[in-house]
């Protein structure tokens, strides 16, 4: 089954502590991205990749980090957590940038 | 530069009526357009989407869009709303800005189906 996978589903983390949440997609696609979803706001990207080691900003990527080591996976990286990245992170995966894309069942953090 | 707006935050309607969701988007060159459904916990799914061929797009679950360019519209309808049609409604434009493509999210319509 064609699939973007995000993992945690759920996390609650404090101030500082370092995480990463993965993302997966096994259709070969070669663009991938992040998303936040903020209520009033919409989605707004993070970051987005067009292939493998090549990552660029979306709109906001201040306290963010991703990498593309390889074609199915696009982890994103907090470094340094803060309050104000508690939200819901949506990952994405699609043939190409201006076709449909395919999104994750979502991660919801809460950093305190 | 692109943006999307969705012109209603929310939007009411009453089971068996019609649905119209608004979105005007601006672009400088030939975008490519979408709509996507969230339901309530649930992840994005693609209702329908517009890539320069026939301007009205048929979707699932009986969604319909047209676009409009003169009008810079691209506004989702269903002619008799379901319970099940309740969900978060999120407009797409794709193009191209400045040599990259964005992917760019309106920030959504909540509707609301009443029994």
């Known amino acids: 089954e064609a699939q973007v996978t995000q993992n945690p589903r759920y996390l609650i983390t404090v101030t500082g502590k370092k995480l990463t949440v993965t993302c997966s997609q096994n259709?070969?696609?070669?663009?991938m991205s992040w998303y936040r979803q903020d209520p009033g706001l919409g989605l707004r990207q993070i970051y987005y990749s067009m292939n493998v080691e090549v990552t660029d900003k979306g709109d906001v990527p201040e306290g963010y980090k991703v990498s593309r080591k390889e074609k199915r996976n696009f982890p994103l990286i907090l470094e340094s957590p803060s309050p104000n990245q508690t939200s819901l992170y949506f990952c994405a995966s699609s043939y190409r940038v201006d076709t449909e894309a395919f999104f994750g069942q979502g991660t919801r953090l809460t950093v305190v | 530069a692109q943006s999307v707006t969705q012109l209603d935050s929310h939007v009411s309607v009453s089971e068996g009526t019609p649905v119209l969701l608004r979105c005007n988007y601006s672009?400088?060159?030939?975008?490519?357009l979408f709509w996507y459904v969230q339901h309530p916990n649930k992840g994005l799914q693609l209702l329908l989407k517009y890539t320069s061929a026939a301007t009205l797009v048929k979707g699932i679950n009986g969604f319909e869009a047209e676009f409009k360019k003169s009008e810079t519209s691209f506004h989702l309808t269903k002619p008799s709303a379901h319970m099940s049609d309740a969900a978060e409604y999120f407009c797409v434009v794709s193009d191209q800005d400045s040599g990259t493509y964005k992917y760019i999210f309106g920030t959504g319509t909540r509707l609301k189906v009443l029994a």
């Open positions: 259709m070969n696609h070669e663009y």
């Open positions: 672009s400088s060159y030939s975008p490519s």
